[in-house]
């Protein structure tokens, strides 16, 4: 008992608690190859420096989607800070058919207020700046090449996460699609030279505000969301034996949900949040379980000989994809949760492990070994093509943004484990690199 109190004190640290080193974005791809976009630098209207450049944050959040390219400061015709100041032609120009501008200032109480405006140029061009319609039989002003013009005050600390709540907009007008930028990931670092070398942290999904969690003298593995992003599941080793935890990061309490003998492993939420998938070896080989968590009745899933591993859920939460040798080698296969029927998903390769759906079901990604190594790579299950999305060394634990959008990894680069980036359609790549330790394990949180 004392030796258990000892181990909690020791694990949780505190929600709030900055740890020593962020992680910083360095882009290796991608950065040409995508639908061009002007992002002015926002007018700061006041004394001192902002906080955050704001304007840099929603550039970079469209640029890591794969499907921006953002124009350089330096190469932009003008530097407009309203739309009735904007020269559509220089614009158009370049090839530029949208346009984020605003301005920020700050109010009485030391809030900032951003005044920010989404452009369409080629509408605005057609019309130069105003178009007009009929209301009621009469003729009308409208501007409907204004996309997002909108006002909003915010606290200094929060500036920049309000600068990816500004980037999720402008992709959702543009796309058509919810953007996952102002979202957060988990992920373990090794730090070796510490003395509680096994650390759980969170942070930005680009690696800012990073904050520590968990930290341990024995290993920490496989962080998993809850769907609110309220909790993670993970595995300890604290007491000698793989165990599985639930931690809530507000309260920082913790539950322990599984320690039977021998393997708790690869816990995963359900997407209604009410129970886990995990890996036991209670029985012999490795098993998938399911267990609720209100009733905590454990259910088993699969069986035989084979192991089979690292189980996730179907967005609609009737299925799971596993990874299995009972073909000889790793593969995906899926299982019906009804019927418990399976289907092996994957054939090209000599192994296949640690699949993902994303959200729409529509791709299966997963690492995918072939003559050039271990690679992050999706299936599209209706068809069945593959890409190979990353050239990087060793990449494994690829974990999918909720939109769908961009998958996070853990790759080897000059001999040491660091998280990289990639869009989901290949365009863009990214590496965060650690400024201390080794980082694994990542997985990205739900939308805040």
């Given at each position: 008992?004392?030796?258990?109190?000892?181990?909690?004190?020791?694990?949780?640290?505190?929600?709030?608690?900055?740890?020593?080193?962020?992680?910083?974005?360095?882009?290796?791809?991608?950065?040409?190859?995508?639908?061009?976009?002007?992002?002015?630098?926002?007018?700061?209207?006041?004394?001192?420096?902002?906080?955050?450049?704001?304007?840099?944050?929603?550039?970079?959040?469209?640029?890591?989607?794969?499907?921006?390219?953002?124009?350089?400061?330096?190469?932009?015709?003008?530097?407009?800070?309203?739309?009735?100041?904007?020269?559509?032609?220089?614009?158009?120009?370049?090839?530029?058919?949208?346009?984020?501008?605003?301005?920020?200032?700050?109010?009485?109480?030391?809030?900032?207020?951003?005044?920010?405006?989404?452009?369409?140029?080629?509408?605005?061009?057609?019309?130069?700046?105003?178009?007009?319609?009929?209301?009621?039989?009469?003729?009308?002003?409208?501007?409907?090449?204004?996309?997002?013009?909108?006002?909003?005050?915010?606290?200094?600390?929060?500036?920049?996460?309000?600068?990816?709540?500004?980037?999720?907009?402008?992709?959702?007008?543009?796309?058509?699609?919810?953007?996952?930028?102002?979202?957060?990931?988990?992920?373990?670092?090794?730090?070796?030279?510490?003395?509680?070398?096994?650390?759980?942290?969170?942070?930005?999904?680009?690696?800012?505000?990073?904050?520590?969690?968990?930290?341990?003298?024995?290993?920490?593995?496989?962080?998993?969301?809850?769907?609110?992003?309220?909790?993670?599941?993970?595995?300890?080793?604290?007491?000698?034996?793989?165990?599985?935890?639930?931690?809530?990061?507000?309260?920082?309490?913790?539950?322990?949900?599984?320690?039977?003998?021998?393997?708790?492993?690869?816990?995963?939420?359900?997407?209604?949040?009410?129970?886990?998938?995990?890996?036991?070896?209670?029985?012999?080989?490795?098993?998938?379980?399911?267990?609720?968590?209100?009733?905590?009745?454990?259910?088993?899933?699969?069986?035989?000989?084979?192991?089979?591993?690292?189980?996730?859920?179907d967005p609609d939460g009737q299925s799971l994809v596993f990874t299995s040798d009972r073909g000889g080698k790793p593969q995906i296969y899926r299982v019906n949760l009804a019927d418990g029927k399976t289907e092996r998903l994957t054939w090209q390769g000599s192994q296949n492990l640690g699949g993902q759906l994303t959200p729409d079901g529509r791709f299966l990604v997963m690492v995918h070994r072939?003559?050039?190594?271990?690679?992050?790579?999706?299936q599209d299950l209706k068809t069945g093509a593959l890409q190979i999305l990353t050239k990087t060394f060793l990449d494994e634990s690829p974990s999918i943004a909720p939109n769908g959008g961009m998958v996070i990894y853990s790759s080897v680069n000059n001999k040491s484990?660091?998280?990289?980036?990639?869009?989901?359609?290949?365009?863009?790549?990214?590496?965060?690199?650690?400024?201390?330790?080794?980082?694994?394990?990542?997985?990205?949180?739900?939308?805040?």
């Amino acid at each position: 008992m004392k030796r258990w109190i000892m181990a909690l004190c020791v694990a949780l640290i505190g929600f709030s608690q900055l740890a020593h080193a962020e992680l910083e974005l360095v882009i290796t791809e991608g950065i040409d190859s995508a639908r061009p976009i002007g992002v002015v630098p926002f007018k700061w209207n006041g004394d001192g420096k902002l906080p955050s450049d704001v304007s840099k944050v929603i550039a970079s959040d469209l640029q890591r989607s794969g499907k921006f390219s953002p124009i350089a400061a330096s190469k932009m015709p003008q530097t407009p800070y309203d739309e009735s100041q904007v020269d559509y032609d220089a614009w158009t120009s370049m090839g530029v058919d949208a346009l984020v501008t605003g301005q920020i200032s700050q109010d009485v109480d030391g809030n900032y207020v951003v005044q920010y405006q989404l452009v369409d140029i080629v509408r605005g061009q057609l019309t130069s700046g105003e178009s007009r319609g009929l209301s009621g039989g009469e003729l009308v002003l409208t501007k409907d090449h204004l996309l997002v013009n909108n006002r909003a005050t915010v606290k200094g600390k929060r500036l920049r996460q309000y600068a990816h709540r500004i980037s999720d907009l402008v992709y959702e007008k543009l796309t058509g699609e919810r953007g996952a930028f102002l979202t957060r990931i988990a992920y373990v670092v090794i730090d070796d030279k510490a003395k509680y070398p096994y650390q759980l942290r969170i942070a930005d999904y680009d690696g800012f505000n990073e904050r520590l969690v968990l930290k341990s003298r024995q290993p920490l593995m496989s962080p998993s969301w809850s769907p609110d992003g309220s909790k993670l599941a993970y595995v300890s080793f604290e007491n000698d034996q793989a165990q599985i935890f639930v931690m809530d990061i507000y309260k920082g309490t913790r539950e322990m949900v599984t320690s039977f003998p021998r393997h708790n492993g690869s816990p995963r939420f359900s997407p209604d949040g009410k129970k886990l998938a995990l890996v036991l070896s209670k029985s012999g080989s490795l098993q998938i379980y399911v267990k609720d968590l209100e009733t905590k009745k454990l259910t088993q899933i699969t069986r035989g000989r084979a192991n089979n591993t690292e189980a996730f859920w179907d967005p609609d939460g009737q299925s799971l994809v596993f990874t299995s040798d009972r073909g000889g080698k790793p593969q995906i296969y899926r299982v019906n949760l009804a019927d418990g029927k399976t289907e092996r998903l994957t054939w090209q390769g000599s192994q296949n492990l640690g699949g993902q759906l994303t959200p729409d079901g529509r791709f299966l990604v997963m690492v995918h070994r072939s003559d050039s190594g271990y690679n992050i790579a999706k299936q599209d299950l209706k068809t069945g093509a593959l890409q190979i999305l990353t050239k990087t060394f060793l990449d494994e634990s690829p974990s999918i943004a909720p939109n769908g959008g961009m998958v996070i990894y853990s790759s080897v680069n000059n001999k040491s484990n660091e998280l990289s980036l990639v869009s989901i359609d290949g365009r863009f790549k990214a590496r965060l690199p650690a400024t201390n330790g080794r980082v694994r394990a990542p997985s990205w949180g739900p939308y805040l």
